[in-house]
């Protein structure tokens, strides 16, 4: 028999859970999803500063890691938004940087993918793969057991850009003409990590270390998605007769997080210049333009670019346009927003000058053997210490 107090404590409980199930479902109309393809930049909840010499221009209105610092700079992030945002929905409905932000969303809180990219004309598992080679190649699959480490070859790297790009054809077909392979390759790197991230490395570069080892602990994962190393810093009158650039980030070894907008503005550069030239029939086939066109000082340039873009950066409190005196001398790894600049021993040890140190250092990630096989003997010298650079 059920008493009058067991009656109330039933009633009780069945109004509790009406009144809950009632609140649930209110709270679930008022909060409607979000489009997961709209995205936004987010403001970082660090504050950053420089941590350079007294002697170099600040890095103001960017990030340059410091935990104590002051400063603020936006952070490039791919986050949930509002519907004031326009979220393109065919590839035809905007330009090409547009498009191909669009098939490979950036998020810089996302892990570095763990894959390691290389290009030959060989895999080596092939008896034509040079033996000289073997010892470089097989010290990133030592330094990085669990990723997956590819070597592709020209061929291969062909139905794999198609396949990656096919929603994009403008870029296959700026990259199906380009005159050189080097050009190529070095379109390559970037197309690959624009979109599936992880480490592109040249075949003549050796892994000292981990990639977990390349930036301090001290710098969170979730705060970068690109990692630089400096080329050269050649501090000297006749520095334009031995590089292209004064300060010079190197392109034989990067590490991104798929979609970076540096990624994003060199495929569209690249994408847009050798279309051009392919129409007004001035492709360059002679090796003169590799540096500018695909190498080196068009990678600098475009880095530069993005540092100085406000549409990723707070320019208000910036004193002017970074430039390679931020960067001159730099002896610690540094932060720029999203992006982790890495000093000149880091990818470029054992050269012998512009201050980088011997391969034992512990700031040492990468060798460069500077084999340059698409280069004339005549040209094989930049990076290299020489009788006449020192």
Not at 249 to 266: E, R, S
Request: aromatic share 10%; proline share 7%; with cysteine.
């Amino acid at each position: 028999m059920i008493t009058f107090r067991k009656a109330l404590l039933v009633a009780a409980s069945v109004l509790t859970f009406l009144y809950l199930f009632r609140s649930s479902h209110t709270s679930s109309l008022a909060s409607p999803s979000v489009d997961q393809n709209v995205i936004q930049e987010k403001e970082p909840s660090q504050r950053i500063s420089d941590a350079d010499s007294p002697s170099k221009p600040p890095i103001t209105g960017r990030t340059n890691y410091n935990p104590t610092s002051t400063w603020q700079a936006k952070r490039p992030e791919r986050v949930k938004v509002t519907s004031k945002q326009t979220v393109m929905t065919s590839r035809g409905g905007g330009s090409l940087r547009d498009q191909l932000a669009y098939q490979f969303p950036y998020d810089v809180e996302a892990k570095f993918p763990a894959y390691v990219w290389q290009t030959w004309k060989h895999t080596p598992a092939s008896g034509e793969f040079a033996e000289d080679l073997r010892p470089a190649e097989a010290s990133w699959t030592e330094k990085h057991p669990t990723f997956v480490h590819e070597v592709v070859t020209d061929q291969a790297a062909v139905h794999l850009m198609r396949y990656l790009y096919a929603s994009v054809p403008d870029v296959m077909e700026a990259y199906q003409a380009l005159p050189l392979p080097v050009m190529k390759a070095d379109f390559f790197r970037y197309l690959i990590l624009l979109a599936r991230g992880g480490i592109y490395s040249d075949i003549d570069t050796t892994a000292l270390k981990p990639a977990y080892e390349w930036v301090p602990a001290t710098i969170p994962r979730s705060a970068f998605g690109l990692v630089l190393g400096i080329e050269a810093d050649p501090d000297r009158q006749d520095w334009a007769q031995w590089y292209s650039r004064r300060i010079q980030f190197c392109q034989w070894t990067i590490q991104a997080k798929p979609g970076h907008p540096v990624l994003v503005d060199i495929v569209a550069n690249i994408t847009e210049e050798t279309l051009r030239r392919k129409k007004a029939g001035k492709l360059d086939a002679s090796g003169s333009s590799v540096v500018e066109s695909t190498g080196p000082a068009l990678w600098t340039d475009r880095v530069f670019e993005y540092f100085n873009n406000a549409e990723y950066f707070d320019m208000n409190s910036s004193s002017g346009n970074m430039t390679w005196r931020n960067f001159t001398g730099l002896s610690q790894p540094t932060q720029v927003g999203d992006v982790v600049v890495l000093p000149i021993t880091a990818f470029s040890p054992g050269v012998g000058q512009m201050g980088a140190k011997e391969p034992d250092d512990p700031m040492a990630c990468v060798k460069h053997e500077f084999h340059g096989s698409w280069k004339p003997e005549s040209e094989r010298h930049i990076g290299e210490p020489t009788a006449q650079q020192s």
